[in-house]
């Protein structure tokens, strides 16, 4: 059974830093890539970062680049985001995402949900 399970999320004051956790289970870790989506209600889920099965591509959504890092651990079977100069945009449920390569299917955590405050 896979399982992807978030923590780290809260409430944070404008300019803070949060660093989001997510550990997986049931699943060839270095076969998927990993990464972090986050959603507001009323909109869609939308990218913030990934990081491939190899470890050094990266991609981020422009509105992150240069403020978040992704970061994975194989033995830990973790990946990171590390969230700093935080703008109250960024408020969101933020999911942890995995995908294996060469498949379609992906899956996701729960969420955990970050606040910033102005």
């Known amino acids: 059974q896979v399982q992807l399970v978030e923590s780290g999320g809260g409430l944070v004051e404008s300019g803070g830093s949060l660093r989001l956790s997510c550990t997986a289970s049931g699943i060839h870790f270095n076969m998927h890539s990993l990464g972090w989506y986050r959603q507001v209600p009323g909109k869609e889920r939308e990218l913030v970062g990934v990081i491939a099965s190899e470890g050094r591509r990266k991609n981020y959504s422009d509105s992150v680049r240069g403020r978040f890092i992704v970061t994975r651990d194989s033995t830990k079977k973790a990946v990171y985001l590390q969230m700093d100069s935080l703008k109250p945009e960024d408020t969101a449920v933020y999911y942890c995402?995995?995908?294996?390569?060469?498949?379609?299917?992906?899956?996701w955590g729960q969420g955990t949900q970050v606040t910033v405050s102005s």
């Open positions: 995402y995995a995908k294996r390569d060469g498949y379609r299917y992906e899956y």
